[in-house]
């Protein structure tokens, strides 16, 4: 969206990119990110970024700013805008609990919250990602015992890695995809270690399931994703999204993506001023 013609997560001659996934990529004269996003970003894309370092304070157009961990992905970030008017968060996407490979999340206080509202309503309520590693482990070691190859569909970008990194403490190998292992490379950067890549992989991670007829899944395959079988997900579920609301202590909402217009009603329902937005819209001056 935009705001005091600044865009975050949108093209504008000065945005902010929260992370690297293609749906937040943004064009503009400056872009402002954190290092990892801007090295992940250049996998695919050339830009103009500025590199910013968490809780750094620095100047977006003429707003004081400073970045948070979003914990969705390796250098996800929130950004708070200090405002003549108050104070404004935006999540981009995000995540409460810790991740293995993505930096810790922290919300800060603001006055006004954009939020991602990607799993908003009660009915995505996600395990722990510490419990999700059981149920995974578990299942690998089921069908390496029925002598079968597990086969784990997963995000290419963020998920593949923290999958490969859950397989490497636990001491499996891993055959992934090429591009998963280029970003992979990039997380090494950041002092994210694989040691467990391998051209015949204990398991095998692919990042797009193929079509099947009717329901006629191998028990030996398996969807790593909140709309998949088991939900580690790097985004928050409903319960999460909530935390970070009481912990940012907003007066007043704004709900982005996914479930935005539910969760906005939701919110409304127990007493939050919270309207739902368009990825695409204009922030009304007043914010
Ligand atoms: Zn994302």
Redesign the pocket.
Known sequence: MLMRGIGFDSSAKVAFQS?A?T??FVSGEVIYSTKATKFLSHLRKEGFYREIDFRKTFYIGDYKAKLYPAG??LGSAGIKLWLDTGTIFYTG?TKWFKLRTAEKSCFPRADILIIEATFGVPSFTFPSPKEAEKKLIAFIEDILERGRKPVLYVNQM?KAQEVMKILDLHGYTVKASRDMIKVAKIYEKFGIKFHNISKDGDVVLRAHRPPRVGNAFSPWELTVSGFGQLKLSNHADFWELMRIIEKVKPERIFTVYGYSREFARILEGIGYIADSIAPDSYLTPYC
């Open positions: 992370h996934h749906d937040h969705h992905m996407d963020g």
